[in-house]
DNA sequence: CTAAAAACTTGCAAAATGCAATTATAAGTT
DNA sequence: AACTTATAATTGCATTTTGCAAGTTTTTAG
């Protein structure tokens, strides 16, 4: 388990199966992807398509239709931009802030808990160390750039 | 960036995007999910079908699939167990091996771009977190046991 | 020796994906 | 202004992925 790959293996592929049993909130049933997409919504301000579905490395068509299925949930709203109008603006509604506070509510829970099996010392190294690290692969020419091909 | 989850979201975000661009070995064009299966594979000892997919999640209808096309791809097979006939174990072929260090190789070189970017401390102390951290996982009653409902 | 359970596979229908083509708007060129 | 090119987003279509229900084969229990 010395090897730096297994050790992100594993944990990806745990925190993938939290994913997985963690997107149920008021009955509506979210998949992983479309916590993603919700969450990434929240966080940037009023981004285009484009942007949201280049962040998180989606096809655009895919991702329109992904955000069809969020607006039919009423989760998602799509602004038509006043200076541009080939381009459409996304944000939450009310009721889609309500569900991405109370999945953000639920994961952290969910550290919380597994936090409380290490230290509080180990816990902010951990945390520290992870903000470095994205950080890092910021930084880094291969990644978060969803190179094609 | 106080909020631990979006640290998490953040950074598997970022994993996820380097991993769609990192299984390509041979010709060979191999998905996240066909990585995370010969990863399982190579790590277990001629575990059973089942075990396998329990340990990642899958459906085994769905796992039954997928580990027959990578018996068509030459890189997965499938023993009889001699003391329970109803039970496969499965192991990878030689080609397997090959395709499976090779991906692994190519993620350690990824990662080490990236620690590039960080002292040498600071990687020995992310390492040493999420080795914790994954152990606090197995520890949690919520995670890693893919609860149905 | 029959019934129940376990491991795995297949049928089928639903959902997700991505390329190619299309629509609508904007920007650049002559 | 007229025309071409570029950009943002959507839709058509075919492929792939998924999971439930049902089936086969083998093992275990009563």
Not at 31 to 37: E, G, Y
Not at 47 to 57: F, I, K, R, Y
Not at 109 to 118: A, D, G, K, P, R
Not at 132 to 147: Q, R, T
Request: with cysteine; hydrophobic share 30%.
């Amino acid at each position: 388990m010395e090897n730096p790959r297994e050790l992100f293996q594993i944990m990806t592929r745990r925190l993938g199966l939290l994913n997985k049993t963690c997107c149920s909130v008021d009955g509506c049933d979210l998949s992983v992807n479309q916590s993603h997409l919700l969450y990434e919504i929240d966080r940037s301000h009023n981004p285009s398509m484009q942007q949201v579905a280049e962040t998180l490395g989606t096809d655009i068509t895919t991702f329109s239709r992904q955000v069809q299925s969020l607006m039919k949930m009423n989760l998602v709203q799509k602004t038509p931009d006043p200076t541009d109008r080939r381009i459409y603006t996304l944000s939450l509604t009310p009721e889609g802030s309500r569900v991405t506070a109370t999945i953000d509510q639920q994961m952290n829970e969910f550290l919380n808990e597994v936090f409380s099996n290490m230290s509080e010392f180990e816990t902010e190294t951990l945390l520290r160390s992870i903000k470095l690290f994205n950080e890092a692969m910021g930084k880094s020419s291969k990644c978060c750039k969803p190179v094609t091909g």
